[in-house]
Nanobody, 120 residues
Framework: QVRLVESGGGTVEPGGSLQLTCVAT????????MGWYRQTPGEQRELVAE???????NYAGSVKGRFNISRDNAKTTTWLRMTSLKPEDSGTYYC??????????????WGQGTQVTVSS
């Protein structure tokens, strides 16, 4: 089976930093796009950042300049480095993957989620 496992969430004060990690396990190959989505109670899951195999990136406007997504294709691992965190960044963060020809949001695999809380 294929699994995406996230880690690195926690509670930080405004202005702090966190790094989330997503490791893909199982017989996974040809992953075109890996991404990070955020969801809060009662709201839809929204894209935070995504990255292709050739390292092209896309970020939500609210996190540009503060978050950085990266990946290592050989290790099938993706990271999300978050800095200058704000309370509105709080939520459950989910790792995802999909083939490059699949529309954004129609992810093939999802992780179980990791909680991020930004509060003083």
């Amino acid at each position: 089976q294929v699994r995406l496992v996230e880690s690195g969430g926690g509670t930080v004060e405004p202005g702090g930093s966190l790094q989330l990690t997503c490791v893909a396990t199982g017989r996974i190959s040809g992953v075109g796009v890996m991404g990070w989505y955020r969801q809060t109670p009662g709201e839809q899951r929204e894209l935070v950042a995504e990255i292709t195999r050739d390292m092209t990136t896309n970020y939500a406007g609210s996190v540009k300049g503060r978050f950085n997504i990266s990946r290592d294709n050989a290790k099938t691992t993706t990271w999300l480095r978050m800095t200058s965190l704000k309370p509105e960044d709080s939520g459950t963060y989910y790792c995802s993957s999909r083939p490059i020809w699949v529309p954004r949001g129609r992810e093939e695999y999802w992780g179980q989620g990791t909680q991020v809380t930004v509060s003083s």
